[in-house]
């Protein structure tokens, strides 16, 4: 008989079909425990102090937020300094109200290495601001190679006043990278990692306690369904993820003349004279270059195949490429493929067409570099 077990740790129904999902257990452990079952997230935190991110509905997250704004705490906000507006959770400072909110930058480790961090943070600023924000302070870091996170913890210390603080941040931004960080250089001894309730949510807080009786709480993360991450295999994903250091490529491109992405995305060159395109994605992602008039064709014959990913297999389910028609009207202009990457153009006066899978933004904005 199918029975609801519930977790001993956090409260969540277990489940083995979906290893993102809360409560998920490997049914070769639901076989063996007939009892006391706990998920894979709660073994994790409880074995190794380490969490491990899994993914809330929209309607949860927003109880949680609507918590955050009832306490006094100072949120921390995290984005993905290569995603930066496709991880940008549009509605969280309208619901966390009064509390400030610091926002750090992850993933810097990915921008080449002339980027300078003042000017970066400057940028973060400004968009912070188009978007509606202010943000108390702004922190850059790479949780994976540690850099940064003695500053972050810092202006954590310095910004909290004696409150708690909520982590926040959409999904593959890295948080559980940044948590687990924290938790390595803030537990002390004597300091356990807990969870904690709640209410209304299918899932809890990873509790960090702090030495002044305050904690830091780790909030799920939530997905935005808007970028290429959803419309890739494992496979794929591993290549349009940038690992290391980007190298920009630059193409100097002819009017009528077209450059693919993989067959993930495209840009048509259409107007504006000879100039200079600069692309950065991830270096495993392949660029290809052809004329305009024959672009159509090539993509109709060579998706899966020279135009990849997507791999041939899925190619089929695959959403057709959408157009969207820009003219580039100031100098330094990101043309950004959410998720994938982006295309600087320096000189104003391009007429350009950029392509991503429907339901993909294609976005235009002040140059991140
Ligand atoms: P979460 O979903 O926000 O909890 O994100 P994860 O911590 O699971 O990380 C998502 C992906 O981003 C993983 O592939 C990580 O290795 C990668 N990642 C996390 N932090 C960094 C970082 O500082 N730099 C780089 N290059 N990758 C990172």
């Known amino acids: 008989v199918e029975q609801q077990i519930r977790c001993i740790g956090c409260g969540a129904l277990i489940q083995s079909e979906d290893e993102t999902k809360p409560g998920y257990a490997p049914k070769s452990v639901l076989e063996k425990e007939k009892e006391e079952v706990i998920c894979q997230r709660c073994f994790r935190l409880k074995h190794y102090n380490e969490v491990q991110d899994v993914a809330l509905t929209d309607d949860d997250f927003s109880k949680i937020l609507h918590r955050i704004g009832q306490s006094e705490a100072l949120v921390v906000k995290i984005v993905d300094i290569f995603d930066f507006n496709g991880s940008w959770l549009p509605g969280l400072h309208r619901f966390v109200a009064n509390n400030p909110i610091l926002l750090v930058g992850n993933k810097v480790d990915l921008l080449p290495k002339s980027v300078k961090y003042p000017k970066l943070i400057h940028w973060m600023k400004q968009s912070a601001s188009d978007l509606g924000l202010k943000p108390i302070d702004i922190c850059l870091v790479s949780a994976v190679k540690g850099i940064g996170m003695a500053k972050v913890m810092e ?103 077209t450059l693919f992405f993989g067959g993930l995305a495209r840009l048509d060159y259409i107007k504006g004279g000879r100039r200079s395109f600069v692309c950065y994605f991830s270096n495993e992602l392949l660029i290809h270059r052809t004329k305009l008039e024959k672009a159509d064709a090539l993509y109709a014959n060579q998706l899966g195949e020279l135009l990849s990913p997507p791999r041939k297999h899925y190619i089929d389910q695959f959403p057709p490429l959408e157009a969207h028609t820009f003219t580039i009207k100031e100098r330094k202009t990101d043309i950004v493929f959410s998720g994938l990457g982006w295309v600087t153009c320096n000189e104003p006066g391009a007429q350009v067409v950029a392509y991503a899978p429907k339901g993909v933004d294609i976005l235009i904005r002040k140059s991140l570099i």
Do not use: W
């Not at 349009?240 to 250091?245: F, Q, V």
């Open 155 to 257: 202006a954590i210390e310095k910004y909290r006043f004696g409150k708690d603080v909520y982590v926040v941040g959409c999904t593959n931004v890295g948080k559980s990278t940044f948590i687990n960080r924290i938790i390595q250089e803030a537990t002390g001894k004597g300091n356990v990692i807990t969870t904690s309730y709640f209410p209304g949510t299918t899932l809890d807080m990873i509790e960090i306690p702090l030495d002044d009786g305050a904690a830091i709480y780790d909030t799920p993360g939530i997905i935005n369904h808007h970028q290429m991450a959803h419309f890739v295999d494992k496979k794929d994903l591993k290549i349009i993820t940038p690992k290391r250091e980007i190298h920009p490529k630059v193409y100097q491109l002819n009017e009528q003349q």
